[in-house]
C-alpha cells in the first residue's frame, strides 16, 4: 500500500506517461531543438526547455541542474517572473528526487514567493501542493491538510475545477492517512464526481486514484465485499487507459486483501496478475510481489512453485544491493577523477602564470628562472616518489591490516547471526511477525530472542545492549545466553523473575559488585510472555516498553526505570504486568535506535510520540508490509544523516 501512495504522491505533481526509450530521446531532442533556435518565441522555449527537464529528471538528476541555470538565466535577463519561480520549483523538485528534502522546501519556499508577488495564483497553489506533498512524506499530515485545504479555497475562488479535483483529491488521501475515513470518502467522493465533469485521460488518471483509495479504507474498515467493487471499479478504469502500472497496483492490492482472509488461492491469482503487468512495464517483477507469490504457493502446499519464487525473490534482492553498492563505488571513482582534474588544471593554470611573467624578463633572467624551476621540479619529484614509496608501503600494511579487521568481524556477525533466533523458527511459533533489525556497524548490541515452551507459552525479548558494534555484540552474546540458561534450563518463567535473575547474572559475570563500581555495561529490555490459549500476555521491561494495538487504540505498558545491570540508584526489584489480547491485536516491542535517529527536515530527533502513531497507523497492515514500511520510513527520516545507534522493532499479530 505504500508503494501505492508515493506512487500517488507522484503522480499528482506531474502526469507520468509511459513511453519507450527511443520516444523519450526523439522527445529530447525535439525539445532542445526548440530551446537552441532563438528565432522561436520565448514562451515556446521557456515551455520546451521546462518540459526537456522535468522529462530528463529522472534520466539524470544532476544534469538537469545545467538546464536550469540556463532557464533561470534567460528569464532573468528578459524579466520573465513565471519562469524564474518555476526554475526554483525544478530545482526543488530535483532535489526530491536525489532526496535533499531540505534544500527542496527552500527551493519550493522560493518559488512560492516569486508567484505571489506577481499575484499568479495558479503557481503559487501548485508550488504549495508540491511543499505539502514534501510534508506528507515527512509524516508532517496536518501541515499538508492545512496546504490542501488553502489550495481547495484558492481553486474555488479562481472557479478552476482542474485545482480544485487535485485538492479535493489530495485532501481526501490526507485523511485517509490520518485514519479518518469518513472524511476521506467526502473528499474522494467529490473529487470523483469533478473527474467525470472533466472528462480527459488526466482526470480519468485521478478517478482511478479517487476509487483506489476508497478500496483501501473499505479494505481497512473490513467491509470486504465493497472493498472488492471498487477495486473492479479501478480495474475497468485501468484498462480504458492501458495502464499498466494502475492495473498493477490494484491487483496487488486484491491479492493483499485476499491473504488477509486466507483465500490463498485468489490472493495468489491476483498477484500473478500484478505480475504480468509489471513485467509488461518493466521488464521484471518487484520484491514485494515475488514474496508474496512465494507465500501463497508456501500456504497452499505448493513447495516446488515456493522454492522458484523465492529463489527469484532473492535473486532481485542481491541483484537491488549489487546495483546501489556499484552506483556507490561509480560516485566514489567519478569524485576520486574530478579531483585529479581539478589539481592538473590548478597545475595548468600556474605553469601559465610563470610562463607569462618569464616573458617581461631579460634572456637572463629567463633561463636562470626555468633552471630554478626545473631544480626545484626534480627535488619535489625525487621527494614525491620517495614520499610515494613510503606511502604505498603504509597503504599496503593498512589495507592488510583493514582486511584481517573486516574478515573478523564479519566472522563476529556470522556468530552473532548464528546465536539469535533464526527467522525459520521465528516464523513457525508466531507467524503473522516481523522484524526490522537494522545494526548501526556490522554487529550489533540490539538483539532479539523467542522461545516456545512445553506448555506452549511464548516468550519474546528485544534488547538493547550498553554501546554497539563490536563491545555491544559481545553483551548482546552475553544476554542471548543468559536468556537460554534462565528460561530454558533454569525453567524461570516469570517475566520479572527472568530479568532480576539476569541482572545477577551480569552483575557476576562483570564484576559489578556493586553501585559504586565503574562498570555499568548492561542492557535495556522488553520480555513478554503469551498464552495463546488464554490470551493473556505478561509483560516486565527494563527502561523499554510494549506497545500493544487494538481496534485504533494503542496503549504503551511502561517498564520499571532501571537498567538488567548495575544502577545508579538502588536497585529494585522488577515488575511484572498482565495484559489481555484478542485476535487481530498488534504488539511491538523495540529498542530505542529507532526513535533517537535525527533526521526530517529540521534533522531533529524522530520521538517516541511519532514512532507510536507511526505503529499505531501501520498496524492495520499485513507483517510484511508493516515491515517495508518501518525501513521507507526510517531510511526517508535518516535521509543522508548518519545512524547512530542499532535499531530492532518486532511486531506481532495475535492470531
Known amino acids: 500500500m505504500k508503494k501505492i501512495i508515493v506512487l500517488f504522491l507522484l503522480y ?14 526523439k522527445k529530447l531532442d525535439s525539445l532542445i531543438e526548440v530551446w537552441n533556435d532563438k528565432s522561436n518565441e520565448d514562451t515556446a522555449r521557456f515551455i520546451a526547455i521546462n518540459d526537456f527537464i522535468w522529462t530528463y529528471r529522472n534520466i539524470d538528476a544532476d544534469s538537469c541542474f545545467h538546464f536550469i541555470d540556463l532557464m533561470f538565466n534567460e528569464a532573468s535577463l528578459k524579466n520573465n517572473d513565471k519562469f524564474i519561480a518555476r526554475s526554483w520549483s525544478l530545482r526543488g523538485t530535483l532535489c526530491r528526487v536525489k ?22 495564483l495558479e503557481g503559487v497553489a501548485t508550488t504549495n501542493n508540491n511543499i505539502a506533498l514534501l510534508y506528507q512524506s515527512n509524516g508532517m499530515n496536518d ?13 474555488l475562488n479562481m472557479d478552476n475545477k482542474g485545482l480544485l479535483e487535485v485538492s479535493l483529491l489530495n485532501i481526501g488521501q490526507t485523511y485517509f492517512n490520518k485514519n479518518q475515513y469518513d472524511s476521506a470518502l467526502i473528499y474522494l467522493d467529490q473529487a470523483i464526481v469533478l473527474c467525470d465533469e472533466l472528462k480527459t485521460d488526466m482526470y480519468v488518471k485521478h478517478k482511478f486514484w479517487g476509487f483506489l483509495f476508497k478500496g483501501h479504507i473499505f479494505n481497512n474498515q473490513k467491509n470486504k465485499a465493497q472493498a472488492i467493487k471498487t477495486y473492479e471499479k479501478c480495474i475497468i478504469i485501468a484498462h480504458s487507459l492501458n495502464d499498466l502500472d494502475g492495473l498493477s497496483s490494484v491487483y496487488s492490492s486484491l491479492g493483499s486483501l485476499f491473504f488477509e482472509y486466507r483465500d490463498y488461492e485468489l490472493s495468489l491469482q ?5 505480475q504480468k503487468f509489471q513485467k509488461e512495464l518493466s521488464g521484471h517483477t518487484n520484491q514485494m510481489t515475488l514474496y508474496m507469490i512465494y507465500k501463497n504457493y508456501k500456504n497452499l502446499n505448493q513447495s516446488l512453485m515456493a522454492l522458484e519464487n523465492i529463489d527469484k525473490y532473492l535473486s532481485v534482492k542481491d541483484s537491488v544491493e549489487g546495483m546501489k553498492s556499484n552506483n556507490e563505488l561509480l560516485k566514489l571513482k567519478l569524485d576520486k577523477e574530478f579531483t585529479l582534474l581539478q589539481e592538473i588544471d590548478s597545475m595548468k593554470y600556474a605553469n601559465e602564470i610563470v610562463l607569462s611573467q618569464a616573458e617581461i624578463e631579460s634572456g637572463k633572467q629567463r633561463r636562470n628562472g626555468l633552471i630554478i624551476i626545473v631544480v626545484i621540479v626534480l627535488l619535489s619529484l625525487v621527494f614525491l616518489y ?9 597503504k599496503s600494511v593498512i589495507e592488510s591490516k583493514q582486511k584481517e579487521i573486516k574478515d573478523s568481524i564479519s566472522y563476529a556477525k556470522k556468530i552473532q547471526d548464528a546465536i539469535m533466533t ?15 533489525f537494522q545494526p548501526k556497524d556490522v554487529v550489533s548490541g540490539d538483539f532479539y530472542w523467542v522461545y516456545k515452551s512445553s506448555n506452549n507459552e511464548i516468550f519474546i525479548a528485544v534488547a538493547d545492549c550498553t554501546g554497539h558494534g563490536v563491545p555491544g555484540a ?11 540458561e534462565i528460561i530454558i534450563e533454569k525453567k524461570i518463567e516469570n517475566p520479572a523473575e ?51 494495538v487494538s481496534e485504533d487504540e494503542l496503549k504503551a505498558i511502561k517498564g520499571d526505570s532501571q537498567p538488567v545491570s548495575v544502577h545508579y540508584a538502588k536497585s529494585k526489584s522488577f515488575t511484572k504486568k498482565e495484559i489481555k489480547v484478542k485476535k487481530g491485536d498488534m504488539l511491538y516491542l523495540s529498542s530505542d535506535g529507532f526513535q533517537d535517529q535525527f533526521g526530517g527536515l529540521k534533522d531533529k530527533k524522530y520521538m517516541a510520540l511519532r514512532f507510536k502513531n507511526f505503529l499505531k497507523k501501520i498496524s492495520i497492515n499485513t507483517s510484511q508490509e508493516q515491515l517495508s514500511l518501518l525501513k521507507d520510513e526510517f531510511d526517508n527520516w535518516k535521509g543522508d544523516s548518519e545512524q547512530i545507534d542499532d535499531v530492532c522493532v518486532m511486531g506481532i499479530r495475535i492470531t
Open 99 to 120: 532526496r535533499n528534502e531540505k534544500n527542496a522546501l527552500i527551493y519550493y519556499q522560493k518559488s512560492a514567493e516569486i508567484y505571489s508577488k506577481y499575484g499568479a
Open 12 to 25: 499528482i505533481v506531474q502526469t507520468n506517461h509511459i513511453v519507450n526509450c527511443q520516444e523519450i530521446d
Open 422 to 436: 533464526s527467522a525459520i523458527y521465528i516464523e513457525d511459533v508466531i507467524p503473522k511477525s516481523f522484524i526490522f
Open 386 to 394: 620517495s614520499q610515494f614509496n613510503k606511502t604505498r608501503k603504509q
Open 474 to 484: 559481545f553483551m548482546s552474546m552475553i544476554g542471548n545466553s543468559l536468556l537460554n
Open 498 to 548: 527472568v530479568l532480576n535473575s539476569l541482572r545477577k547474572q551480569i552483575i557476576k559475570s562483570l564484576k559489578q559488585n556493586d553501585e559504586e563500581s565503574e562498570t555499568k555495561d548492561g542492557m535495556d529490555m522488553s520480555l513478554c510472555k503469551y498464552n495463546p490459549k488464554t490470551k493473556k500476555v505478561e509483560f516486565a521491561g527494563a527502561y523499554n516498553s510494549l506497545i500493544h
Open 143 to 155: 501541515e499538508a491538510l492545512n496546504i490542501f485545504i488553502e489550495n481547495k479555497n484558492i481553486a
Open 270 to 274: 491476483n498477484y500473478l496478475k500484478a
